[in-house]
Structure formats: C-alpha cells, structure tokens
C-alpha cells in the first residue's frame, strides 16, 4: 500500500518503461475513444469529477498510467493499492482511514491494481465505503469485469475499456523515448523507422513491452562514434524470433494468410501447418487467424462436413480462453481438420449467385401467400392467402413457389458429390424432383 504525494519526484534509476511514465493526459498517448476532446472521461479527469470506475483493458495500455495521472489532477487523496500484497486486514486499514478523511471533508480516491485478484469476501469489503461515499474506487483488471467483479460491486462502478494501443501509437511512443531525456535523449540513437515498425509490431498493442524491447535493443546496440546504432540482426536476438519482423496491417501479413487459406483448400496440413506457424510465432492475434478459420469451415467446405464449422468455433473459444502460446496447438488442430476435410464451395458459389439477384431484384415483393396477416386489413388484402403448411402434408412438402415471381425457378445451391453433401444433394434433388411433378 503506498499514499502518493503531488509532489513525488521522477525517478531516474528505473526501466524506461517507468521513467517514461506520463505526468499528464496531453502526454498520453493512445485511448482517444476515451480521452480525446469532449470525451466522457477526459471531462471527469479535466473537471475533477470522477467517481467510482474500472479500467479493464489488455496489460500496457495505459492503466495505471491514468490513475496517477488522476492522482497528480485531484484534490482527494489518492491511496494506490494492489490485490496482489493486500488483504482484509489491509482493506480495513485504507477504510477506516478513508471514513476518517471524509469526516473531515476529504475525499479518498482508491486505486486497486489488479482489482480481479480480490475474492468475494474481499470485494465486499469495498461496497459499503463506495455507497456511502467513503472512497472513489478506481479498479484495474485485464480480466473481463462481468465475470471476476461482484455483481452489487460491479453496479456501482462506470466500466472504461481500455483498447489495445495501434502500431501508429507504439511509433509514436518509441520516438519520444528516443527524444526525452528521461529516456535516450541524452545519446545519439540511430535506429531506422523500419525497425521501429517492427518493434511496435511485436508489442501487439502494449507499451511496456515496446519501451522494454526498445531498451534492450538499445543496450545491446552497436556503439560507435558518438552513437549507438541499432541493427536488424542485432533487434532479431533481442526479440529470439527473426519472423518477428513482419507487419501485421501490411502486404506480407495478407501473404501469410491467403498461403494457409490456399494451403487448407489444397488438402496440404503439413503446408497448413507451417504458414499458420510462421503467423503465430510473428506475433499474429491467434484469434484473427481462428476467425478466417471460421470463414473458411462454411466457405470452402461447407455442407460436405458440417462438423467443420463446429470445430472451427470451438477453436476460436479456446483460443480465447487460454491464449498464447498454449492455444498454438488449438489452431494446429482446427488447420489439420480442414485441410484433410472433404472440399465444398457450393454455399460460397450459391450466396454469390444469390447475392447478385438479390441487388438487382430488391423491388421485387415478397409473394403474397409468404406474408403474415396479423390484423383483418391485411386479410382483406389476401395476405397469406395460397399459404400452404408443409407439416399438413404426408411429404412435408409443398409445390408452392416461395421464390419472388421474376426469380420463379431459379436454381442456387447445387450440391457436390463431396463428403456429407453428397447424401444433402440426392436429398435435394428428390425434393425437386418431387415438386416438378
């Protein structure tokens, strides 16, 4: 538990990633959903109104960093707290001192690190002292708040998602720790704007590990005259992963991606397998990769294994669950599934074809007998008249056309003889046939 003064001093003898830490919202960067002019919690900081909160968001995008800034911009005291060290008895300590302060006029602001590590019992212990105004509970988690916050707790908090910084955020940061003399300001970096990209690339959205990786490419830098000179070969050891060095939002990322699209729909795993691998260890979102996978279970293989897509979808949950690099073979998986899968594009070709008539008949009605009749008006207008009932019927099936009249007959879907489809199309085209008769 430590009590901040407005007054503490910057410290110099720490990683950079500290040293940079901003004082300010103007030298904040990233989070203008939420900090940019007029924005809901810009107004709250900039007018010291802030209540009760929880920054929920992924680990250095700027937490932390909020609440000191908060802490340097209210007149509460700012008590900064952490579930990590801290338990009941501690709560108890920070409340009964908070109750103390209010009774003389003085509002406590609470910030708790990691708020997710506290149990119910611990949580509890907040909830009264927020009701009652004792403390403004400010809340830090990168867990999803609707699941590790109590609920009576969780009402009485606004909840701010904190997002992932861009590479374009990460640049920025990298340049001004190159600038600041808090940072490198003090000797001659040079470093190109290629490798900076690569460094903001790896970080994937955080701070800390941009600035760390910076560092420590930095300290094992080529030093020359007057300067110290960051090479490729020399960030690839700091990073332990040549592959690193590949832009995300860039040409070669749609490369990687269209290889293991093209490799699944090959029938070729062990293809499959290395580009989803050269993906992953480049830093790739695993859950990017599980959605084309999703896409790619309808889209080229479809009816003729239906399982695909389940599989798919399963994949994406436990990628999501358990993350890297545990879920790497999660998505090994899920590729080796669909590259061996039998082969359809039969709903990809049939929505197409679909797609086209549907923009270029959007005027057409919708057939009489298809439409409800909920009020008399629209029985008198022969809404659903015609209608037939396909359960009244031995078949379960009807000759009534459900297609607009200029589409009347028109032919979609065509089933292959691929796996499952193949037993879906003799179905079909029973069904079709029976309804020409």
Known sequence: MEQLSLFDSRKTISPLASRLRPDSLEDFIGQEHLLGEGKLLRQLIDHDQISSMIFWGPPGVGKTTLANIIAKKTRASFINFSAVTSGIKEIKEVMAQAESSRVMGVKTVLFVDEIHRFNKAQQDAFLPFVEKGSIILIGATTENPSFEINSALLSRLKVFVLQGLSTGNLIQLLKNAIRNPFGFGQTQIDISDYLLKAIATFANGDARTAL????????????????????????????????????????????????????????????????????????????????????????????????????????????????????????????????????????????????????????????????????????????????????????????????????????????????????AGMRLEAIRKWKRS
């Open 212 to 423: 760390n990786t910076l560092e420590m490419a930095v300290t094992n830098g080529k030093v020359g005259p007057g300067k110290i000179m960051v090479t490729k070969e020399g960030l690839e050891q700091c990073i332990s992963k040549k592959s690193l060095l590949y832009d995300k939002n860039g040409e070669e990322h749609y490369n990687l991606i269209s290889a293991l699209h093209k490799s699944m729909r090959n029938s070729d795993p062990d293809a499959a397998i290395y580009w989803l691998s050269r993906m992953l260890e480049a830093g790739e979102d695993p859950l990017y990769i599980a959605r084309r996978l999703i896409r790619f279970a309808s889209e080229d293989v479809g009816i003729a294994d239906s399982q695909a897509l389940s599989l798919a979808v399963s994949v994406y949950q436990a990628c999501h669950f358990i993350g890297m690099p545990e879920c790497n073979v999660n998505l090994a998986h899920a590729v080796t599934y669909l590259s061996l899968a039998p082969k359809s594009n039969a709903l990809y070709v049939a929505y197409g074809e679909c797609r086209r008539d549907a923009l270029h008949t959007l005027a057409q009605p919708v057939p009489l007998h298809l439409c409800n009749a909920p009020a008399k008006l629209m029985e008198e207008l022969y809404y659903g008249e015609g209608y037939e009932y396909a359960h009244n019927t031995e078949e379960k099936l009807t000759h009534m056309e459900c297609l607009p009249e200029a589409l009347k007959n028109r032919t979609y879907y065509r089933p292959t003889s691929e796996g499952a489809e193949a037993e």
